[in-house]
């Protein structure tokens, strides 16, 4: 596997790799520096036919996107125990992130595929107060990640419409507060972190609709 710190990249480089990212370009939107400090804690990833991306039981704070080529998730090295195909555009990762766990799949390009390009950032910057993140830098990931977990939830109720577990009523409410504060932040990191153990559970007792890692 290749690495490449994306801080080497050119603007223009940055904006094609990104351009299925909206929290990039939101956080491009409202702080310059904030974005180049999110780059400077990104790689892309080149990997060949049969290489792995990450391992189950591995532990690392990043967030990925494919960028190009295709991914699949594993539940071994078997090639009969694929779980989904990952196809540009995708990101995933996030309840392993979000939960501090170890990934829960092995995530490869397929032996007969091309070769694929991964966009990934250690995230741990916006996840620790003290990684450099503004709040409101915080705040965008945070709002994105409840939107995409509560989605992805979501989709199981639509998959599964008699299953009484992905049909259960979400326990926690949205944040009700003033927008733009501290208290929205816990708010929001206590919604993502249930939803991504609720996500885990639906994954594990309905089988994965995506990855997750």
């Known amino acids: 596997m290749k690495t490449d710190n994306a801080s080497s990249l050119t603007s223009e480089e940055l904006e094609r790799k990104l351009s299925t990212l909206p929290y990039f370009k939101e956080v491009r939107r409202h702080d310059e520096d904030q974005f180049r400090l999110l780059i400077e804690h990104s790689r892309l990833l080149l990997l060949e036919p049969g290489e792995y991306l990450v391992r189950k039981g591995d532990k690392d704070r990043a967030l990925y996107c494919l960028v190009r080529g295709e991914l699949e998730a594993c539940a071994d090295d078997n090639r009969d125990s694929v779980l989904g195909t990952l196809r540009p555009g995708e990101v995933f990762g996030e309840t392993a992130l979000l939960r501090k766990s170890a990934r829960t799949a092995h995530i490869r390009v397929p032996e007969s595929g091309r070769p694929s390009t991964v966009f990934a950032t250690d995230f741990s910057v916006l996840l620790e107060d003290d990684g450099g993140a503004s709040l409101k830098t915080q705040l965008i990931f945070y709002r994105q990640m409840v939107h995409m977990l509560r989605w992805r939830n ?51 007792e309905l089988g994965q609709l995506r990855t997750g890692t």
């Open 154 to 204: 979501d989709a199981y109720k639509i998959r599964f419409p008699d299953s009484p577990l992905a049909r259960e009523p979400y326990l926690l409410r949205p944040f009700s507060g003033t927008p733009g504060t501290r208290e929205e932040l816990l708010a929001l990191r206590t919604q993502a972190e249930y939803l991504s153990e609720r996500l885990v559970s639906l994954n594990r």
